[in-house]
């Protein structure tokens, strides 16, 4: 189960900062996406990373050089730091993370959703 939490009213040019946490797990988290749902629109992936290999992250061009995602050294924790933020931002951010996770006997995979948090932007 994964919780979110960040969210809120900001004004445009402001900054917020996402949290999507596997709640209540010892969690290894090697990949990690964030998509926006905007009312109207398409479900948009507007970052990704992965922390295997040399680890790399991926932004959509809308948010390129604004967003920052990332993956706490504890490896149970995504962020997404929102900087300069415009009103075209706002919508329902979901998280997806994948690895693994510990039940308490052993580990198996982790493929989660987060319940998505609101992020409005007033202009």
């Known amino acids: 189960q994964l919780m979110e939490s960040g969210g809120g009213l900001v004004q445009a040019g402001g900054s917020l900062r996402l949290s999507c946490a596997a709640s209540?797990?010892?969690?290894?988290?090697?990949?990690a996406d964030w998509y926006r749902q905007a009312p109207g629109k398409q479900r948009e992936l507007v970052a990704s990373?992965?922390?295997?290999?040399?680890?790399?992250?991926n932004y959509a061009d809308s948010v390129k050089g604004r967003f920052d995602i990332s993956v706490n050294d504890g490896r149970n924790t995504v962020y997404l730091q929102m900087n300069g933020l415009k009103p075209e931002d706002a919508g329902d951010y979901i998280c997806?993370?994948?690895?693994?996770?510990?039940?308490?006997?052993?580990?198996?995979?982790?493929?989660?959703w987060g319940q998505g948090i609101q992020v409005t932007v007033s202009s």
């Open positions: 997806n993370t994948r690895g693994s996770y510990y039940t308490g006997r052993y580990w198996t995979d982790l493929d989660s």
């Open positions: 209540g797990r010892v969690a290894n988290i090697n990949a």
């Open positions: 990373t992965t922390t295997r290999g040399a680890g790399a992250t």
